[in-house]
Protein backbone atom coordinates (compact mmCIF):
# COMPACT_ATOMS: atom_id res chain seq x y z
CA UNK A 1 0.00 0.00 0.00
CA UNK A 2 1.28 3.29 -0.72
CA UNK A 3 1.81 5.80 2.21
CA UNK A 4 0.98 9.49 1.96
CA UNK A 5 4.07 11.75 1.64
CA UNK A 6 2.21 14.39 4.29
CA UNK A 7 1.10 12.49 7.03
CA UNK A 8 2.88 8.96 6.32
CA UNK A 9 -0.26 6.97 6.84
CA UNK A 10 -0.98 4.57 4.51
CA UNK A 11 -3.72 5.21 2.01
CA UNK A 12 -5.32 2.60 -0.80
CA UNK A 13 -4.24 2.76 -4.25
CA UNK A 14 -7.23 3.63 -5.50
CA UNK A 15 -8.05 6.35 -2.89
CA UNK A 16 -7.63 10.24 -4.69
CA UNK A 17 -6.98 12.10 -1.48
CA UNK A 18 -5.61 11.10 1.75
CA UNK A 19 -8.54 10.34 4.43
CA UNK A 20 -6.32 11.53 6.76
CA UNK A 21 -4.86 14.94 5.87
CA UNK A 22 -6.61 15.67 2.74
CA UNK A 23 -3.62 15.76 0.49
CA UNK A 24 -4.56 15.22 -3.00
CA UNK A 25 -2.86 11.94 -4.62
CA UNK A 26 -4.45 11.33 -7.92
CA UNK A 27 -4.69 14.12 -10.92
CA UNK A 28 -7.49 15.24 -12.74
CA UNK A 29 -9.92 12.74 -10.21
CA UNK A 30 -8.70 9.78 -12.30
CA UNK A 31 -6.78 7.02 -9.69
CA UNK A 32 -4.60 6.10 -12.40
CA UNK A 33 -2.92 9.09 -12.93
CA UNK A 34 0.17 9.50 -10.42
CA UNK A 35 0.26 13.07 -9.11
CA UNK A 36 3.84 13.64 -7.63
CA UNK A 37 4.45 16.61 -5.23
CA UNK A 38 7.07 18.14 -3.63
CA UNK A 39 5.86 19.55 0.23
CA UNK A 40 9.18 21.59 0.41
CA UNK A 41 9.96 25.18 -1.09
CA UNK A 42 11.98 22.42 -3.54
CA UNK A 43 10.34 22.02 -7.10
CA UNK A 44 10.62 18.91 -9.28
CA UNK A 45 11.46 20.31 -12.16
CA UNK A 46 15.40 20.39 -10.54
CA UNK A 47 15.33 16.65 -10.19
CA UNK A 48 12.77 15.47 -13.18
CA UNK A 49 14.54 13.99 -16.39
CA UNK A 50 12.38 15.38 -18.46
CA UNK A 51 13.64 18.95 -17.82
CA UNK A 52 17.22 17.78 -18.11
CA UNK A 53 16.62 17.04 -21.27
CA UNK A 54 14.98 19.50 -22.18
CA UNK A 55 11.21 17.46 -23.23
CA UNK A 56 9.34 18.69 -20.78
CA UNK A 57 5.89 20.11 -22.05
CA UNK A 58 4.32 21.04 -18.96
CA UNK A 59 3.24 24.21 -18.26
CA UNK A 60 3.96 25.16 -14.75
CA UNK A 61 8.00 24.15 -15.88
CA UNK A 62 10.33 24.64 -14.11
CA UNK A 63 8.43 26.20 -11.38
CA UNK A 64 6.26 22.98 -10.85
CA UNK A 65 5.58 22.03 -7.63
CA UNK A 66 3.03 19.16 -8.50
CA UNK A 67 3.47 17.37 -11.86
CA UNK A 68 1.93 14.50 -13.33
CA UNK A 69 4.54 14.14 -15.73
CA UNK A 70 7.80 13.52 -13.37
CA UNK A 71 10.12 11.07 -13.70
CA UNK A 72 13.66 11.73 -11.17
CA UNK A 73 16.94 11.37 -12.80
CA UNK A 74 18.16 9.17 -10.21
CA UNK A 75 15.37 6.48 -10.27
CA UNK A 76 16.08 6.72 -14.40
CA UNK A 77 20.05 5.78 -13.73
CA UNK A 78 18.74 3.18 -11.08
CA UNK A 79 16.70 0.89 -13.84
CA UNK A 80 18.52 -2.59 -14.55
CA UNK A 81 18.99 -2.92 -18.01
CA UNK A 82 17.50 -6.11 -19.53
CA UNK A 83 20.43 -8.34 -20.84
CA UNK A 84 19.52 -11.74 -22.38
CA UNK A 85 21.01 -14.64 -21.54
CA UNK A 86 23.05 -16.21 -24.29
CA UNK A 87 21.04 -19.83 -25.05
CA UNK A 88 22.54 -23.21 -23.63
CA UNK A 89 22.36 -26.27 -25.18
CA UNK A 90 19.64 -27.48 -23.00
CA UNK A 91 17.40 -24.26 -23.93
CA UNK A 92 17.89 -25.36 -27.51
CA UNK A 93 17.05 -28.93 -27.15
CA UNK A 94 14.02 -27.77 -24.88
CA UNK A 95 12.67 -25.28 -27.76
CA UNK A 96 13.57 -27.19 -30.84
CA UNK A 97 14.12 -31.07 -30.16
CA UNK A 98 11.88 -32.04 -32.95
CA UNK A 99 13.54 -29.98 -35.61
CA UNK A 100 17.19 -31.66 -34.16
CA UNK A 101 16.08 -35.26 -34.56
CA UNK A 102 14.51 -34.47 -37.42
CA UNK A 103 17.84 -32.54 -39.15
CA UNK A 104 19.46 -35.70 -37.49
CA UNK A 105 17.41 -38.41 -39.20
CA UNK A 106 18.23 -36.40 -42.28
CA UNK A 107 21.71 -36.89 -42.01
CA UNK A 108 21.79 -40.09 -41.26
CA UNK A 109 19.40 -40.83 -44.32
CA UNK A 110 22.12 -38.81 -46.20
CA UNK A 111 25.25 -40.85 -45.51
CA UNK A 112 23.78 -44.09 -45.59
CA UNK A 113 23.05 -42.88 -49.44
CA UNK A 114 26.33 -41.74 -50.17
CA UNK A 115 28.38 -44.47 -48.50
Keep these: MPICSRCKNQVKV ?10 QLKAH ?49 EQITYQPRSPSLQTLWQRHKIWLILLALFGISLLLTFF
Aim: proline fraction near 5%; aromatic fraction near 8%; include cysteine.
Design 29 to 77: GHPSIELHQTLSEEVLCKSCAYHADDSCTFPQRPYAKACTLYQSIAAET
Design 14 to 23: TDLTCGYCGL
